[in-house]
């Protein structure tokens, strides 16, 4: 019984995050290291001895293009900067939280999930010509019952951005 309930949340926040006015159109990318070496584990090449302990140790990186998503921006209000059109605000911080949703249904070809370290491009307007760059650095469970609700928590990477 209280997994429908949860399985219910999940489906709302989907909904609202795929339907929303103000949703951004997004792009997600995932990072694949190209760097070879003679061993590897769990395909990952290993360094020297010892194992690649996370890709941000990489410098020999690509990215793959997952597929098109929508954000949306979620967490509590701090007052921050207009952009000069002042149809947005920039924000303040580094770390932000977003709802994030593939634009493919769970199960169809063009669906993906979403992990730390992945790359979204979140286009600022609506031919996507601004594109901001965020990394997701984490993923936080908004319920205590499974199957979990979540939010990703996101850094800016403006050395990214377009």
């Known amino acids: 019984m209280s997994n429908r309930v949860v399985e219910t949340i999940n489906r709302m926040a989907a ?3 795929l339907k929303r006015n ?10 694949r290291i190209v760097r070879t070496a003679p061993t590897t584990i769990g395909g990952i090449p290993t360094l020297g001895g010892l194992a690649v302990l996370d890709s941000v140790d ?4 690509e990215f793959d293009f997952l597929g098109n998503a929508k954000a949306v921006r979620i967490a509590e209000f701090a007052p921050s900067m207009m952009m000069d059109r002042q149809d947005t605000n920039n924000g303040n911080g ?4 977003f709802m994030i949703e593939p634009d ?3 199960g169809s070809p063009g669906w ?41 928590v996101c850094n800016k990477r403006a050395d990214l951005d377009l």
């Open 94 to 97: 580094n770390e932000y939280r």
């Open 58 to 61: 990489e410098a020999d990186i």
């Open 104 to 106: 493919a249904v769970s």
């Open 15 to 17: 909904r609202v995050t």
């Open 112 to 152: 993906f999930d979403i992990r730390d370290h992945d790359i979204m491009y979140v286009w600022m307007d609506a031919v996507g010509t601004v594109k901001l760059a965020f990394e997701v650095v984490g993923v936080e469970a908004v319920n205590n019952l499974a199957p979990y609700s979540t939010r990703y």
């Open 22 to 31: 103000p949703a951004f159109f997004a792009q997600m990318f995932r990072k």
